[in-house]
């Protein structure tokens, strides 16, 4: 099961302290909006989105068709494949996707430690 790209989105309480915060970490601008309260940085390999005033705990997030530079790969699993994957070992899925659709669409799933995960894909 390919998951795709990885990533921490963390919730924050100020975008503007974060960004300067991890800047200090040696992270870098890659994507997102400022002004909408939301940005992807990197450092290497790791990234990280800050949003805030858009969810209330962290998530893990995956992007499957998507590598670490949010390029499209030619081949991934889908995230209905991927669910289908997941429900037949009895995890069990908190939003699962339309499997009467293609393209975008996501699932959400919690470890059993209480921490949410995204499999966002985004085409």
């Not at 908190?94 to 393209?103: F, P």
């Amino acid at each position: 099961m390919k998951l795709g790209a990885f990533s921490i989105s963390l919730a924050v309480k100020d975008i503007h302290k974060s960004k300067a915060f991890y800047e200090k970490l040696g992270f870098t601008h890659k994507g997102g909006n400022i002004d909408q309260n939301w940005l992807v940085l990197k450092n290497g390999d790791a990234v990280i989105g800050l949003f805030q005033g858009m969810f209330e705990d962290n998530i893990i997030t995956f992007n499957p068709g998507w590598d670490g530079n949010a390029q499209n790969l030619d081949e991934f699993d889908d995230v209905r494949a991927i669910q289908e994957h997941l429900k037949s070992l009895g995890v069990e899925l908190t939003k699962e996707a339309d499997t009467s659709t293609t393209g975008p669409e996501h699932i959400t799933l919690t470890d059993p430690d209480g921490n949410n995960i995204l499999i966002d894909q985004h085409r």
